[in-house]
T-cell receptor
């Protein structure tokens, strides 16, 4: 158990809908990262928040947004869902002390299926 | 641009034997970190081991060790005394000094047989 929690574990929805994925980082961690894992794109970085502020954006679609709240939990909002958004969405957390050796610990993921 | 290459889509190993999973990387960053993660069929990503570009010694963590060859830009994972529970996908990842994100390879599926 990494200490990172994600809810829900599974999500089935229809095209055009909107969903919210939730993540609670490990105790004491200030950084939260979101990644998407799909069969065709592999593991891709979406966005990084540090202590409530957006720090970096990756291949995140405009239909997707995220935020980190004062209690440090984070939410990833996916709207106008398409079939291609079906994927495993991971949240990871780290201490936030910048350095190449800073390990990111991953949550169990949310498996999203868009029908 | 940074890139991780894992050329072995699948590997088989017999229980109790050692296995090496290959990882090569490309970066112009003088400082970087290399990570290995395990993803069992249940889906979670489990951190295994880390190697820094300036580390003089190869990293080890229990049955996991990293064969780091900087000049060849390779960071192969060695699993000794394989166990059935080692069957999983293994991902190599890199982080540069100017970025917070991890760049992942495509993974290697390891199957351990009795």
């Amino acid at each position: 158990d990494s200490g990172v929690t994600q809810t829900p574990k599974h999500l089935i929805t229809a095209t055009g809908q909107r969903v919210t994925l939730r993540c609670s980082p490990r105790s004491g961690d200030l950084s939260v990262y979101w990644y998407q894992q799909s069969l065709d794109q592999g593991l891709q970085f979406l966005i990084h928040y540090y202590n409530g502020e957006e720090r970096a954006k990756g291949n995140i679609l405009e239909r997707f947004s995220a935020q980190q709240f004062p209690d440090l939990h984070s939410e990833l909002n996916l709207s106008s869902l398409e079939l291609g958004d079906s994927a495993l969405y991971f949240c990871a957390s780290s201490s936030g002390v910048r350095g190449v050796g800073e390990t990111q610990y991953f949550g169990p993921g949310t498996r999203l299926l868009v029908l | 641009a940074q890139k991780i290459t894992q050329t072995q889509p699948g590997m088989f190993v017999q229980e109790k034997e050692a296995v090496t999973l290959d990882c090569t990387y490309d970066t112009s960053d003088p400082s970087y970190g290399l990570f290995w993660y395990k993803q069992p069929s249940s889906g979670e990503m489990i951190f295994l081991i880390y190697q820094g570009s300036y580390d003089q010694q190869n990293a080890t963590e229990g049955r996991y060790s990293l064969n780091f060859q900087k000049a060849r830009k390779s960071a192969n994972l060695v699993i000794s005394a394989s166990q059935l529970g080692d069957s999983a996908m293994y991902f190599c990842a890199m982080r540069g000094s100017n970025t917070d994100k991890l760049i992942f390879g495509t993974g290697t599926r390891l199957q351990v047989f009795p």
